[in-house]
């Protein structure tokens, strides 16, 4: 995420302002330029959810996203939370550069449901990305992460790893080297997934996967992937628009613990070596406050190689 400023008095605001603290302006946030200005076309979201983009045809391109939502009261601020990791979400895509095609032209869509009135699965099929709203919910969202043994669950993880299925189907044209990192996608998922959730991930996956998760089908190796791609390349333009770097301490038989955040680079190792010494000086922030690692994951060669291929089809 860029550091954005007020466009009337060039103070601090977040992408997420409606209003600027210092000067009362009403802020709007513009999808052409990717910048905060005066509003001018709130979106219809605005007042109900707190979206605010700047939409001269009603809805702003993020919320023009949502094909199907729960209208019910009772989950309204779940899916402001929703929408508001959704805008963060495509900001991101569009920075990356990728094609966001709407559902409309059989692109990308979102439906986000109530699961407290008819059952809900998230995931994503054709294009649609389902999220059951109760992950908008941090009681719900931190049980469930505890019962399934994850180290990370958050409702901007779950869209990026769901996005990252609609990129498996949009962006691999290489399958062979495809399988080669992830396997063969083409293997049954239904016992894919019965041998997950009865067995757990297999003893000693974190050499090979980002997560327990992504051993379970090639296809959600890629997406966790996917998902952990976008975490680091949102994170490292935050560190590097904020102008966070870090400059020690430097420690023997190690690779230097000081980085200056990049916003992009040619090959994956680039970022890697700016990407690690940031994460430690976050974890260690993060446990001096008390909380868990804000980072909790490793990356081994084989991860690195797996980040690489995406990192190339990006
Ligand atoms: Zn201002
Ligand atoms: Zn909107
Ligand atoms: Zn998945």
Same mark, same amino acid.
């Given at each position: ?12 605001? @977040? ?57 019910? @009261? ?127 991930? @297999? ?112």
């Amino acid at each position: 995420m860029r550091a954005f400023t007020c466009s009337t008095c060039a103070r601090l605001a @977040p992408f997420e302002a409606l209003v600027c603290l210092h000067c009362d302006t009403s802020l709007a946030f513009d999808w052409d330029s990717r910048t905060l200005v005066p509003l001018a076309d709130p979106c219809g979201n605005r007042v109900d959810l707190g979206c605010n983009g700047q939409a001269p045809e009603g809805w702003c391109p993020s919320c023009l996203l949502t094909r199907r939502r729960s209208e019910a @009261p009772a989950v309204r601020d779940r899916l402001s939370r929703a929408e508001q990791a959704k805008r963060r979400l495509v900001f991101s895509l569009l920075e990356l550069g990728l094609p966001v095609r709407s559902w409309r032209e059989g692109g990308l869509g979102f439906d986000f449901l109530d699961s407290t009135s008819s059952p809900v699965t998230t995931g994503h099929a054709d294009g649609i990305i389902t999220l059951d709203l109760a992950e908008a919910d941090s009681v719900h969202r931190e049980q469930t992460r505890v019962h399934l043994d994850e180290a990370y669950r958050t409702v901007l993880g779950h869209l990026r790893h769901e996005v990252g299925h609609y990129y498996d189907g949009v962006l691999v044209r290489d399958r062979s080297a495809y399988r080669a990192l992830f396997g063969d996608e083409t293997a049954s998922y239904t016992d894919a997934l019965e041998r997950h959730y009865e067995n757990g991930p @297999p003893t000693g996956w974190v050499t090979s996967s980002v997560s327990g998760y992504a051993t379970m089908h090639p296809y959600e190796d890629f997406a966790e992937t996917f998902a952990h791609y976008l975490h680091l390349r949102d994170t490292l333009q935050t560190a590097s628009s904020w102008g966070v770097s870090v400059a020690g301490p430097e420690a023997a038989d190690q690779a230097p613990l000081a980085s200056f955040p990049v916003l992009a680079s040619d090959d994956l190792r680039g970022l890697i070596d700016t990407w690690l010494p940031l994460t430690y000086a976050l974890n260690a922030l993060n446990r001096s406050m008390g909380e868990d690692d804000l980072y909790p994951f490793v990356l081994t060669p084989p991860v690195l190689d797996k980040l690489a291929f995406v990192h190339d089809l990006v």
